[in-house]
């Protein structure tokens, strides 16, 4: 488990880290009618969240190409909630 902190910007907050010499792990990640979320590590290695919350955010779509099927490309949307 991972602690999680609500920041007002991901965007602003992972700069931050990485400025003070700690690193992002999972880059800004969109969850639908959640927010934005970052996972990062400090410079002792402790792994922490950061989480803007927005209910508007909306999962990018997924591309998939299928193998063994010539031309053919799918694209699925996923959503973290109903």
Known sequence: ?????????????SKKVIEKGGQLIVPKTAISRIGWFAQCIDTEGNAFGVIEM????????KLIIRKNVKYSIELQ????CN
């Open 54 to 61: 927005n209910e508007n955010t909306v999962t990018p779509p």
């Open 1 to 13: 488990m991972t602690n999680t902190i609500s920041v007002p910007s991901v965007d602003e907050f």
């Open 77 to 80: 949307v996923f959503r973290a």
